[in-house]
C-alpha cells in the first residue's frame, strides 16, 4: 500500500515536471526565435515477478510478468521543426527557412547558434543579434561567395567595391584604395586589370563572377584623383550589377486580401454604373469616353493587384527532392527527381494548398509506379534509374502542374477487381472505360496496396489531393500506359477571385462562362450538324466534329429557343477536350468577381454539375459562374 502510494506521489511530481515545460512554452509564445521544448517520461524500475519463457516445438513463449514502481522525467527535448513565419516590419529581421541556424560570437570570441532573427547594426557598422553578439558571415556580396565566420558589416556592392584591395598601379601613379578596411571587410575580391580596347570616354568596366568582381580600367584614360577612381569603379560595379538597386517590402497577406477584395468591388461597382438601366438609350459621348478610360485603370489595377499576389512554384517544388531522396534509401529504389517550369506564378493562395497534393502524389509515383526490380526496367527498355517529373505551365489562364513517372503504370485489372472488392462500382464491369477505371484510384478508401506501409495502403491520400486540389477551383486527372509509366495532371485557375467572363443567356438567366476556356463562338448552318448514335447531336467545324451540349437540357431550364439555327455556340477547350455549348445568345465580354455559394447550398453538390460559383451584374441580378472542367469532364 504504502508503495503504490509512493509510485503515485512519484507520478505527480513527473506530471508537475511536464507542467512547467508546458507553461514555460505559452509564456514564450511571442518570444522570436524561441523553440518549444517537450517532457518525456521514463520508468524508475520493474519488479519481474515471473519471467519470459521461450517458443518450444509444440508451445509459444510467455511474455514476463512486470510491475512498474512509478516514473520519473526521462527528458526535456527541444523541438527544432520549422515554426510559423510572421512580417515584424523591420528590415534587417530574418527568419531562417529549413534547418540552418544563425551563428552569432560574443566578445570573449565563443559561438553559438540560434534561430532569432532580431538583428541590428552597432556603432561600427556591424550585425548583431539583441544580445549584442555578432552574426557571423559574409557583408553584402552579390557574388554568391561562401558564408565565413566573419563579421558582417552593412555594405552595398558599390560601396564595398574598393574595400579589398589595396594599392594598384594605373597610368603611373599609385593610388591606395582604402586599404584600411581589408581584412575587415574581405567580402569582396577585386581584380583589377587594364584594357587598350575600350570604348573613347568609357574609363572601366567590370565583370561580376562567383567568386570576385574583374574592374578593367581604359589604359587611353587616365585619372585625376583616388576619387575619379572610385567613382568610375563604383558606376562600372553598378551598371554590371543590373544598373539599379532592388527595393524590396514585405506586406502581410491579409493586407492583399483586403487590397484584392477592394479591387472586386470596385469592378463590381464599375458595372453596375456603366449598365444602368437609366442610362439605356442615351447617347451620352463624355460619359462612353470616360467609362472606357474607368474600365482601363480599373484592368490595370487588377493585373497589378493579381501579380502582387503572384509566387512561383520553385519553393513547392524543391521540397520533393528530399521527399524523393529519403524514399529512394527507404524503399531501396534507383530514381531521380526532374524539375521543369518551376518558375512558373500562381496566386500565394493557391500556392499554399499545393504542398501536400504534390507530396502525395511525388510518394505515391516512388511506391506505386517506379519498379521494384531493376531487372523489370531493364527488360522493357528503360534505364535502370526511375525518373519522377514534376512540371508546370501556363495554359489558357490556367497552370497546369504534371506529375509524372515512368514506372509500371496502372494495372487496369487489379484496380478493378480491388474496386469491386470494395463495392466501389455503380455500373456493370464492361461499361467502364479506360480513363474511368484508372480516375478510380482517386475514389475514397481505394488502395491496390494488400499491406499497409509508412506510404500506402490505407485507402487515404489520393482522395485527400482531389479534394485539396478541388477547394483550390482545380481538376485531378489520371492518366497512364501500363509498363510505361503514369501522369498525375492539376489543372488549377491563375487567380480564384477575378476573370474575365463572357455573359451568355439561357431562357430567363444569365450565364457566365470563363474566356480562357472558350475558343470561338459561332452560329449554326444545317449542313454542319450531324446525328451521332452514341454521342448524339454534333456539329462538323473545318473538318472536325464537335458534340453539341444544351445548356437549357442540361440544366432543366425552359427556353423558346430550342433549334440550333436560332441560337449560339460556343467552343470550349479544357485539357484537349472540346464541347460546343448552346445557348440562346451572347451578351457581351465583362469581367467578374467570383463569389462562392452560400454554405447551405453545399450539399447539394453543386460543382460536380458544372457551377463554380456566382457574381453580381452590373444590373444587381445574379449570373451563375460556369465550371467548364466539371461541367464537360
Known amino acids: 500500500m504504502v508503495r503504490s502510494l509512493y509510485s503515485g506521489v512519484a507520478g505527480m511530481v513527473t506530471h508537475q515536471s511536464k507542467m512547467d515545460v508546458i507553461g514555460n512554452n505559452i509564456s514564450n509564445v511571442s518570444t522570436y526565435g524561441y523553440k518549444s521544448s517537450r517532457a518525456t517520461f521514463r520508468d524508475v524500475y520493474y519488479q519481474t515477478s515471473s519471467s519470459a519463457s521461450a517458443a518450444t516445438a509444440t508451445s509459444g513463449g510467455t511474455n514476463p510478468t512486470q510491475i512498474g514502481y512509478g516514473a520519473k522525467l526521462g527528458s526535456v527535448d527541444v523541438n527544432h521543426s520549422q515554426s510559423v513565419m510572421s512580417t515584424t516590419g ?50 553584402g ?127 463590381t461597382t464599375e458595372s453596375m454604373v456603366i449598365a444602368n438601366p437609366d442610362l439605356e438609350g442615351l447617347e ?22 493579381m501579380s502582387i499576389r503572384m509566387v512561383p512554384l520553385a519553393g513547392v517544388f524543391q521540397k520533393m527532392g528530399r521527399i524523393v531522396r529519403d524514399m529512394k534509401i527507404k524503399l531501396n529504389k534507383e530514381a531521380e527527381l526532374v524539375l521543369e517550369g518551376e518558375t512558373t506564378e500562381v496566386d500565394k493562395s493557391i500556392v499554399d494548398n499545393l504542398n501536400d497534393p504534390l507530396m502525395h502524389l511525388v510518394r505515391n509515383c516512388m511506391d506505386h509506379g517506379i519498379e521494384d526490380d531493376i531487372n523489370v526496367r531493364i527488360a522493357e527498355g528503360k534505364p535502370e534509374k526511375g525518373t519522377v517529373k514534376l512540371s508546370a505551365k501556363h ?24 474496386a469491386k472488392e470494395s463495392g466501389l462500382l455503380t455500373k456493370p464491369e464492361s461499361e467502364y472505360t479506360t480513363k474511368e477505371i484508372q480516375n478510380m484510384i482517386l475514389l475514397p478508401g481505394f488502395s491496390t496496396n494488400d499491406t499497409v506501409t509508412e506510404y500506402s495502403g490505407r485507402g487515404v491520400g489520393m482522395d485527400v ?25 492539376i ?64 440544366f432543366n431550364m425552359p427556353t423558346e429557343v ?30 467578374v468577381v467570383v463569389k462562392p455559394f452560400p454554405k447551405y447550398l453545399s450539399q447539394y453538390n453543386i460543382k460536380a454539375e458544372g457551377l463554380s460559383g456566382c457574381t453580381v451584374m452590373g444590373d444587381g441580378t445574379i449570373s451563375l459562374i460556369i465550371d467548364v472542367n466539371n461541367l464537360i469532364g
Open 491 to 554: 489543372r488549377i485557375p491563375l487567380t480564384l477571385a477575378i476573370v474575365e467572363g463572357m455573359k451568355l443567356k439561357v431562357g430567363s438567366t444569365i450565364f457566365t462562362v470563363p474566356i480562357s476556356s472558350i475558343k470561338e463562338s459561332l452560329m449554326v448552318a444545317n449542313n454542319q450538324l450531324l446525328n451521332d448514335t452514341k454521342q448524339g447531336e454534333m456539329i462538323m467545324i473545318r473538318g472536325v466534329c464537335y458534340p453539341i451540349l444544351r445548356l437549357h437540357e442540361k
Open 141 to 267: 556580396d552579390p557574388t554568391g561567395k561562401p558564408a565565413s565566420s566573419n563579421k558582417i558589416k552593412i555594405s552595398l556592392p558599390y560601396e564595398s567595391a574598393a574595400a579589398a584591395q589595396t594599392s594598384d598601379t594605373i597610368n603611373g601613379n599609385i593610388y591606395t584604395i582604402n586599404a584600411s578596411n581589408e581584412n575587415e571587410y574581405g567580402n569582396v575580391n577585386i581584380v583589377f586589370a587594364s584594357s587598350s580596347n575600350m570604348p573613347l570616354g568609357q574609363k572601366a568596366s567590370a565583370v561580376i563572377t562567383s567568386s570576385s568582381i574583374v574592374v578593367t580600367l581604359n589604359s587611353n584614360e587616365s585619372f585625376s584623383s583616388l576619387a575619379e577612381l572610385n567613382l568610375e569603379m563604383n558606376n562600372a560595379i553598378t551598371a554590371a550589377n543590373g544598373g539599379q538597386k532592388h527595393s524590396l517590402i514585405s506586406v502581410n497577406l491579409s493586407k492583399l486580401d483586403t487590397l484584392h477584395d477592394i479591387v472586386g468591388e470596385i469592378i
Open 395 to 418: 495554359s489558357a489562364g490556367e497552370v497546369i502542374i504534371t506529375v509524372s513517372d515512368d514506372g509500371a503504370g496502372i494495372n487496369c485489372e487489379k484496380v478493378l477487381e480491388k
Open 90 to 139: 523591420y528590415t534587417l529581421d530574418v527568419a531562417i527557412a529549413g534547418e540552418g541556424y544563425l551563428q552569432v560570437m560574443d566578445a570573449d570570441g565563443n559561438i553559438f547558434y540560434t534561430k532569432a532573427g532580431m538583428l541590428d547594426i552597432d556603432a561600427e557598422g556591424n550585425v548583431v543579434d539583441v544580445n549584442g553578439n555578432f552574426v557571423l558571415g559574409v557583408s
Open 562 to 591: 430550342t433549334k440550333l439555327e436560332d441560337g449560339i455556340l460556343l467552343l470550349v477547350d479544357v485539357g484537349g477536350k472540346n464541347v460546343c455549348l448552346f445557348a440562346d445568345k451572347l451578351i457581351g465580354e465583362q469581367p
Open 284 to 305: 451620352l459621348e463624355s460619359f462612353s469616353k470616360a467609362a472606357r478610360q474607368l474600365r482601363k485603370l480599373t484592368d490595370e489595377l487588377q493585373d497589378t493587384v
Open 465 to 489: 489531393v482531389r479534394s485539396n486540389i478541388e477547394q483550390c477551383g482545380g481538376t485531378l486527372t489520371v492518366e497512364s500506359e501500363e509498363g510505361k509509366g503514369s501522369s498525375f495532371i
